[in-house]
């Protein structure tokens, strides 16, 4: 059951990684994302858990792990719900970090203005 | 020297032992923690079971991987204990009283059969005692370990006042009888212990009665109205 959204500073350090990862067109694993976030792995999972119950994220299991032996990840991506509402809080709560994304990652984005009324 | 030697190459053994199962220990350990995790969506506890495997194999060193699965059982179990606060108390609290005093002596009673059986193994081989009083010895370890089985499995009453009673005769018995002995103590702890199970037990039953009276005051007054 999906309960009210609880922004916390986990949440949005996910965000900012998944965010990131769909502008560059990637996929994350649970390994990669703790070491981008640099948070804790069941802090991570947790949140994982959190933005999967609101369809903000989609997983599949990769074919098979690119060092043989090795057991398969579980590949995470932002669904286009999900892009769509990180954007939005991204925007509102870290408004620097995601304009250091996009001239990084995106260099000569122009934001569409708001519309009136939009949240 | 040469026991320091052994000592050593021994000690060494068993640290590489040790080092070389903790990634087996982490995986077990991190599968556990999905399952209890999510132990209302078996779809997500079987999935996030083979990620978490993945993920623990990603982390570098054996020791890391060991602590890595700690910190995911560790959440788990902080998971479990908050969803257990939030849910509403069903089983009245005498009855687990009473649960957890039959548990308890039917281990004690398992504990002391098999000490039985040991000790008459024992005084056998050193020749102070006969095949017959080893049989006697052997037939009462039995019973205190089927007493103590039936209490553990059924928590039933009477074989939880059995347990109770036999391991308390026995080791008061076996106080006055090796009070000199070095683990005459022991034994005198043991019967204490068994006293405060049988409180323990009539404490938890006279919960459960009271508990069921008011169930059944309850269900009287529903009918009624």
Known sequence: ?119 | VITGILLSILTSLAAAEITAINPWCAKKLVRWSARRRYADNQARAKIRAEELEAFIDARPGNLLKLMTAAAFAAAAVAGMTRKRARRPTRVHSGRRVRRLGAQVAGLASIVGGLGFIASGGASLANGTTAIAQLTMAGSDGLFLIAVGMVAIGKCETLATLIAQLSCASWSIGGYFTWHSHLWAPVLLVYAVACAVLFLFGAMGDSGARKQDRTQAKGADSTSAT
């Open chain 1, 1 to 119: 059951m999906v309960g009210p959204l609880r922004v916390t500073g986990p949440f949005l350090d996910v965000l900012e990684v998944f965010y990131q990862a769909f502008l560059t067109s990637d996929q994350l694993h649970g390994w990669a994302i703790v070491k981008a976030t640099k948070r804790s792995g069941p802090t991570v999972y947790g949140v994982l858990d959190r933005l999967e119950e609101m369809g903000w994220i989609v997983g599949r299991w990769e074919q098979q792990h690119p060092e043989p032996g090795k057991p398969r990840r579980r590949l995470y991506s932002l669904t286009p719900q999900g892009e769509t509402a990180s954007r939005e809080l991204l925007r509102d709560r870290r408004p620097d970090a995601l304009r250091a994304t996009r001239d990084r990652l995106m260099p000569g984005w122009q934001p569409k203005p708001r519309q009136a009324g939009a949240t």
